[in-house]
């Protein structure tokens, strides 16, 4: 009976995207009516991404994979790299905490958010775990991932 039901929200993959942008469109219509309503539907905008954070390419030629991810204004810290056998997966924690003050240094508003963003990268190809080099310069990030080498056996 339950094979007829579409998957649930957490079951699919498909679906984590949509999750920041249903959380970003709750926080809009949830948020203090004293609040600019301006300047939540500006923040809302600003800050929906429903497919992601951050753009990530893969080049291959017949040694490595090269990864590139654009990560302007991350630092380093905040980037995260797993290596699995067979794919990559690219994280980055952003963390961001906004105070505003009237001119006696009174907190009017303080506001702070903390985001995730990763993007998996699978290849074709077993790749060598312990040879993957990573450099990150001018906001992109790029993971060198040399493929595995086959074994030759000979015939007897």
């Given at each position: 009976?339950?094979?007829?039901?579409?998957?649930?929200?957490?079951?699919?993959?498909?679906?984590?995207?949509?999750?920041?942008?249903?959380?970003?469109?709750?926080?809009?219509?949830?948020?203090?009516?004293?609040?600019?309503?301006?300047?939540?539907?500006?923040d809302?905008?600003?800050?929906?991404?429903?497919?992601?954070?951050?753009?990530?390419?893969?080049?291959?030629?017949?040694?490595?994979?090269?990864?590139?991810?654009?990560?302007?204004?991350?630092?380093?810290?905040?980037?995260?790299?797993?290596?699995?056998?067979?794919?990559?997966?690219?994280?980055?924690?952003?963390?961001?905490?906004?105070?505003?003050?009237?001119?006696?240094?009174?907190?009017?508003?303080?506001?702070?958010?903390?985001?995730?963003?990763?993007?998996?990268?699978p290849?074709?190809?077993?790749i060598?775990?312990?040879?993957?080099?990573?450099?990150?310069?001018?906001?992109?990030?790029?993971?060198?991932?040399?493929?595995?080498?086959?074994?030759?056996?000979?015939?007897?």
């Open positions: 009976m339950t094979e007829n039901l579409p998957p649930k929200k957490d079951e699919h993959p498909l679906f984590e995207p949509f999750a920041q942008l249903m959380n970003n469109m709750n926080r809009l219509f949830s948020d203090r009516p004293d609040k600019n309503f301006l300047q939540s539907m500006d809302f905008f600003i800050h929906s991404k429903p497919f992601g954070g951050f753009v990530a390419e893969l080049k291959e030629n017949e040694r490595e994979y090269i990864v590139q991810a654009q990560l302007p204004g991350t630092k380093k810290e905040q980037i995260n790299i797993e290596i699995l056998p067979q794919y990559i997966t690219i994280t980055v924690n952003h963390r961001e905490s906004v105070t505003k003050e009237d001119k006696a240094n009174t907190v009017i508003q303080k506001r702070e958010s903390w985001k995730q963003s990763s993007r998996t990268i290849f074709s190809k077993p060598d775990q312990g040879k993957v080099v990573a450099n990150y310069e001018d906001g992109v990030l790029t993971v060198t991932v040399p493929k595995r080498k086959g074994k030759k056996i000979s015939i007897e």
